[in-house]
Each structure stands twice: as C-alpha cells, then as structure tokens.
C-alpha cells in the first residue's frame, strides 16, 4: 500500500505521544509524508460540556504540503 499511496498521520493526541506510538508500530519500510499531533490542531470550546476539544479542520496545512484532499486524489 505504501508504493501507491503516500501515508501521513494526523492525531488530536500530544505531539510526544504521537511520535512515541509512530516509533513503536511503524514499519521500517514505511516513510510518513508528515506525523502531526495536537500542535498542528485547532483548540475549540464545547461550552455544553464546558471543556476544550481539538479537532483536525485546517485541510489547507496538508494541501500547503503539496498533497491531494478529496475525491480526485485517488483519480491521478
């Protein structure tokens, strides 16, 4: 799968943890275009619950590193 789709990870978790839970369970043979934690996520306000969430809006910052979103990604 990795020589026909380029792979990245994006999580709402801490930046450290991403990168602890990537060099654990990544292949050897697998390079990530980008790994992303929380840093690269917008803080948002759920004032129902009254807490801050994070989520993974902001498609630009993948499309800014010369990677296709959408359908017509998978169309090349």
Not at 35 to 44: A, E, H
Not at 61 to 68: C, P, Q
């Amino acid at each position: 799968m990795a020589e026909e789709f380029k792979l990245a990870i994006w999580s709402s978790a801490d930046d450290a943890d991403v990168q602890e839970l990537v060099d654990k369970i990544k292949p050897a043979a697998i390079d990530f275009e980008f790994i992303w934690g929380r840093s690269r996520t917008t803080k948002k306000w759920k004032s129902v619950t009254d807490e801050y969430y994070y989520v993974k809006r902001r498609l630009s910052k993948v499309k800014r590193n010369g990677l296709l979103i959408g359908k017509n990604a998978y169309n090349r």
